[in-house]
């Protein structure tokens, strides 16, 4: 069965740091997201891309963030200043019709 | 906007009880509802759906009505096993304009069941 690809499945990093969260969606898919969830709480929507463009950001989804589809295959989330707040789990998901992927998961520590 | 609400947790059950973990949605449109778990440690994996009034999702056992009239689509199993200890999260897939396809999830119940 296809699957979504996270990787690193964990990454420390420091306050202030640039992290790149990768994500390799179902090929045929054509809509993708990024959703986050900080440890013990709901999991949160974050920003969906579709046709190389993001289609729908949440409030969350400021400045700091941004995403890209550099290849026609992998799909990154960038963090480019990580605050502590910042820490949590980072789920990718790819959709096609209304059956989603998701991914299993990137667990971000900002220290 | 949309909202999904989930009974508070954590629930303990012993195995071979009843399980219902209640979900109530506000939606606008005809939503698709689901249920998704998530093992210690593992990411999300869907566990049933259910794409319009009436319908019933079922897989390894739990089953979940979509009511219409109710705004609502409790999970049920007959008989939990230790293995069904892990987090619930219901959610609803939105069906109009610029949020179409986006997921909105409850808060997810922690389940815990001992032998």
């Known amino acids: 069965e296809p699957e979504v690809t996270q990787t690193p499945s964990h990454q420390v990093t420091q306050m202030g740091q640039e992290v790149i969260l990768r994500c390799v969606p179902i090929?045929?898919?054509?809509?993708f997201y990024w959703y986050r969830q900080i440890l013990g709480q709901k999991v949160e929507f974050l920003v969906s891309?579709?046709?190389?463009?993001?289609?729908?950001k949440s409030e969350i989804f400021d400045d700091q963030f941004s995403v890209e589809r550099p290849d026609g295959s992998n799909f990154t989330l960038k963090i480019r200043s990580t605050k502590l707040e910042d820490s949590a789990m980072y789920f990718c998901?790819?959709?096609?019709?209304?059956?989603?992927?998701f991914g299993s998961g990137t667990r971000l520590t900002v220290v | 906007g949309n909202s999904v609400t989930q009974m508070e947790g954590p629930v303990t059950l012993s195995e071979e009880a009843f399980l219902t973990i209640n979900c109530t949605y506000t939606?606008?449109?005809?939503?698709?509802l689901f249920w998704y778990v998530q093992y210690p440690g593992e990411g999300l994996q869907l566990l049933l759906k259910?794409?319009?009034?009436?319908d019933k999702g079922s897989n390894k056992g739990f089953e979940a009505t979509y009511r219409k009239e109710t705004t609502s689509f409790h999970l049920e199993k007959g008989s939990v096993q230790v293995s069904d200890s892990a987090v619930y999260f219901c959610?609803?897939?939105?069906?109009?304009?610029?949020?179409?396809?986006?997921?909105?999830f409850g808060q997810g119940t922690i389940l815990t069941v001992h032998p």
């Open positions: 959610a609803l897939i939105s069906t109009g304009g610029t949020s179409y396809g986006k997921l909105t």
């Open positions: 891309f579709y046709n190389n463009e993001i289609s729908e």
């Open positions: 259910a794409t319009k009034a009436d």
């Open positions: 998901a790819s959709r096609l019709g209304d059956g989603y992927t």
């Open positions: 939606a606008t449109g005809y939503p698709s």
């Open positions: 090929s045929n898919h054509l809509y």
